[in-house]
């Protein structure tokens, strides 16, 4: 079984331009989330989906960031325009299922660096 | 609001020495409290978790937690080190609605 991948890996920006960060999660995982880790703080809740709805969206910094989910598959994640405030590490999780006790599985990231 | 805490930035472990990584909690109601672990240019990885039940769970790679509700406290325990446990580890606590929320994070560091 894949898990879950994340594209790019590695993304190097100017301030103002725009980049779209993808994210597939597990292959029949309704859950998908996305978090964040910003100059080595701890790891931040960004935004979660359950197949192509938003169920909370409540860690999303700014109007700045738009995450979709067409079709409940893969989704991205785009910063328009981007601040060097937005650099940092941005995860990937999918889980099967809602509930707390199960886990989720995490994508290795996107290191974003705005320069 | 829950929030848990990591007080160490770093732990370093002579190779073969056990080790402790801690981690607090704070939540209304039960927690579920998770580990995971992150190697060098890789993702997280999940270690345990805590749901209910026996205090001592054991995880992945020869670790185990032990939850302790009077310390509201869940850390990481390994008998013995290996210097492949060198790693950035996160605790963390999952809402009702799903979303993790995690400590700092500790660096572990193993020494030969």
């Known amino acids: 079984e894949a898990g879950v991948t994340q594209f790019p890996s590695h993304s190097v920006i100017e301030k103002g331009q725009t980049v779209t960060l993808r994210c597939d999660p597990i292959?029949?995982?309704?859950?998908l989330y996305w978090y964040r880790r910003v100059m080595g703080k701890e790891i931040k809740f960004l935004l979660h989906?359950?197949?192509?709805?938003?169920?909370?969206e409540s860690g999303m910094p700014n109007n700045r960031f738009l995450a979709e989910r067409t079709g409940g598959t893969y989704s991205t994640l785009k910063v328009q325009p981007a601040e060097l405030e937005d650099s940092g590490v941005y995860f990937c999780?999918?889980?099967?299922?809602?509930?707390?006790?199960?886990?989720?599985?995490f994508g290795p990231g996107t290191r974003l660096t705005v320069t | 609001a829950q929030s848990v805490a990591q007080p160490e930035d770093q732990v370093n472990v002579a190779e073969g020495n056990p080790l402790t990584v801690k981690c607090t909690y704070s939540?209304?109601?039960?927690?579920?409290l998770f580990w995971y672990v992150q190697y060098p240019n890789r993702g997280l990885q999940f270690l345990l978790k805590?749901?209910?039940?026996?205090?001592l769970v054991k995880g992945s790679y020869g670790f185990e937690a032990e939850f302790n509700k009077s310390q509201t406290s869940f850390h990481l325990k390994k008998p013995s080190a290996l210097v492949s446990d060198s790693a950035l580890y996160f605790c963390?606590?999952?809402?009702?609605?799903?979303?993790?929320?995690f400590g700092q994070g500790t660096e572990l560091s193993v020494k030969p």
């Open positions: 989906f359950v197949k192509e709805s938003k169920q909370d």
């Open positions: 805590y749901i209910t039940g026996d205090n």
């Open positions: 999780a999918s889980s099967q299922w809602q509930g707390a006790a199960y886990e989720q599985y």
């Open positions: 939540v209304s109601g039960n927690p579920y």
């Open positions: 963390a606590v999952r809402d009702r609605g799903g979303k993790l929320i």
């Open positions: 292959s029949g995982h309704d859950n």
